[in-house]
């Protein structure tokens, strides 16, 4: 069983101050891993990573997750070297499809399909990491380094490439809302994730023990009424229960000791050890960080 790993997704700031700020805030609540969006309006993933290592000393710095259909392999395999050395080789690449087509259109890249964008993404894993191990083949000199490399989503195809190619694996747990074009996502239950995640072990095989598994979780309600809060949060998710609300892996309602017993349960069921919140949660979040230090 792997110990927990704690991430926070971090937002844009609108200047330097305010970004290093967040980041050393982050930092000082416990978080292992300051994480960034690969989202049109929000700031660019690799120049906020490097500002955030500038201010802080142990945590880890990952994009969460880079939309492959915007990236070149061989000028995302030059960004990624330069990047991890600039963070004293503290970087983490998360990729994934993209799913925001209203992103897609603005950037005026293909939609596509779901297996055209799935196939784009092996191609840039592929060719990125094979260009991480073999630097000389861009020019650079300097000795390889591959920083650790996370594949996220939820479909079939996804859980097989990164049962291939990750060192992380995060299942989304969510799914795109059909004719969705603004990315809006719809909560999977429990069962629903207990079925995607035992897809992935299968497989996985052998390398199942040795890749790491996230959750982001979408909404963190640190609260001593948890049958008010799970009912306030099933109001904006109508296609569940309240008893599925409160079972969603993607869903963290209760006390502090609460929500601890609950990721040691999620932990056990699903092997989800290296947990993710949003901003917004991430000072209510940190006392359950503090209670689990050393699981």
Wanted: aromatic share 6%.
């Amino acid at each position: 069983m792997k110990e927990f790993r704690f991430g926070v997704n971090l937002n844009s700031a609108t200047g330097h101050r305010e970004w290093t700020d967040k980041c050393r805030a982050a930092e000082s609540l416990g978080y292992d891993v300051l994480t960034v969006p690969d989202h049109l309006g929000v700031q660019a993933p690799f120049p906020a990573l490097v500002a955030a290592a500038a201010v802080t000393r142990r945590v880890r710095l990952a994009t969460f997750v880079l939309n492959s259909a915007f990236w070149n392999p061989v000028l995302l395999a030059r960004e990624v070297m330069t990047t991890d050395r600039l963070t004293d080789r503290r970087l983490e690449v998360g990729l994934g499809t993209g799913y925001v087509r209203s992103e897609f259109d603005k950037a005026g890249v293909e939609w596509g399909t779901a297996g055209s964008r799935v196939d784009r993404l092996e191609e840039t894993v592929i060719g990125m990491t094979r260009l991480l191990d073999h630097p000389r083949e861009l020019g650079d000199t300097l000795p390889p380094s591959r920083p650790p490399v996370l594949i996220g989503g939820n479909g079939d195809r996804v859980l097989r490439l990164a049962a291939r190619h990750a060192d992380v694996v995060a299942f989304t747990g969510a799914v795109l809302k059909r004719g969705a074009t603004r990315g809006t996502l719809e909560l999977l239950d429990a069962s629903a994730v207990d079925e995607r995640v035992a897809r992935f072990a299968a497989a996985a095989g052998d390398r199942a023990s040795g890749i790491e598994r996230n959750i982001l979780v979408q909404a963190v309600m640190v609260t001593a009424r948890r049958k008010d809060a799970v009912e306030s949060v099933r109001r904006r998710m109508p296609h569940l229960t309240a008893e599925q609300v409160a079972d969603a892996p993607t869903v963290l309602i209760g006390s502090v000791k609460e929500i601890t017993a609950q990721l040691l349960e999620r932990r056990d069921r699903y092997g989800f050890s290296y947990i993710s919140v949003h901003e917004p949660a991430m000072t209510a979040f940190a006392p359950v960080i503090e209670s689990l230090a050393g699981y």
